[in-house]
């Protein structure tokens, strides 16, 4: 090495690489070929000189035709995901939301998370086309988080296929509307189901039958439900089989099984 800035990226190049945590690189595809996405796992406690704060866990995802991240405050934790346009730094973006997201979830659930993605190459003038392409760029995006995420069935966690883990059991992700995607829970739930997830239609909140917290007010009681998020502090997941956590369960404040109260986004 020539010089000092040379030694600083390959040593950053090299934390980041040791602080990966899963990858759906060897994951299957059609015809039992690679994927056309990558997705990576990272802890990023472990990635030299990331900006404060740092995550509990971030998941990047890539593909020529898209880009996302997803960083999440806890094994529990919501959020919602966006379509953003900050191609040269929605990393920036999506960290400064999550921290938001963190505080007003302090109450409620312990911790917050936050997604985007961008297009990487959007079609200019005609919208149909542009928003078309946003919708298949999220779609990629789901599947790259749903490729590394444990399973719940019988109330055993079940790793995905073909992925070393190199942290604990993980089976806790969801993806609500935001800025962009308010109409694509119904797209992020049918991926669920494609990936058979445990949460089923509670994965993305709202959806055409679910409660839409971005329109309507939290009920009256919704503490009485909201205190059962705290789950979480004891370290253990909730029973896929729960009749207040299972995919097919209502919320019995908002009477509804994808908008549960506790769980605002």
């Known amino acids: 090495m020539e010089n000092l800035n040379e030694d600083l990226v390959l040593r950053r190049m090299l934390g980041t ?12 595809g059609e015809d039992e070929g690679p994927k056309p996405w990558l997705s990576i796992k990272l802890d ?12 509990m866990f971030e998941t990047f995802v890539y593909s020529p035709r898209t880009e996302g991240v997803h ?7 919501r959020g919602g995901v966006r379509w953003s346009d900050r191609l040269e730094d929605f990393r920036t973006e999506v960290l400064g939301l999550m ?11 312990p911790s ?58 993980d089976p806790y992700l969801v993806v609500a509307a935001d800025k962009g995607t308010a109409t694509f829970s119904d797209l992020a739930n049918a991926i669920s189901a494609e990936y058979g997830f445990w949460l089923g239609d509670a994965f993305a909140s709202g959806g055409s039958s679910g409660y839409d917290h971005k329109r309507w007010p939290s009920p009256p009681g919704a503490p009485s439900c909201q205190s059962s998020a705290t789950f979480v502090i004891s370290g253990s997941m909730p029973s896929a089989t729960s009749s207040r956590w299972s995919a097919s369960a209502t919320c019995p404040v908002t009477s509804s099984a994808t908008g549960c109260c506790s769980l605002p986004t």
């Open 17 to 28: 690489v040791r602080a990966s945590l899963r990858t759906n690189f060897f994951q299957a």
């Open 44 to 55: 990023p406690s472990a990635v030299p000189d990331l900006p404060l704060p740092k995550p």
């Open 71 to 77: 960083l999440r405050g806890g094994r529990v934790a």
């Open 99 to 109: 921290k938001a997201q963190d505080v007003k979830n302090a109450v409620i659930v």
């Open 112 to 169: 917050g998370a936050k997604g985007g993605f961008v297009l990487k190459s959007p079609p200019a003038a005609d919208l149909d086309a542009r928003h078309a392409e946003g919708i298949a760029c999220y779609q990629i995006f789901v599947r790259g988080l749903l490729d590394l995420a444990d399973n719940l069935v019988e109330e055993e966690v079940v790793p995905p296929d073909r992925v070393v883990r190199r942290d604990g059991d």
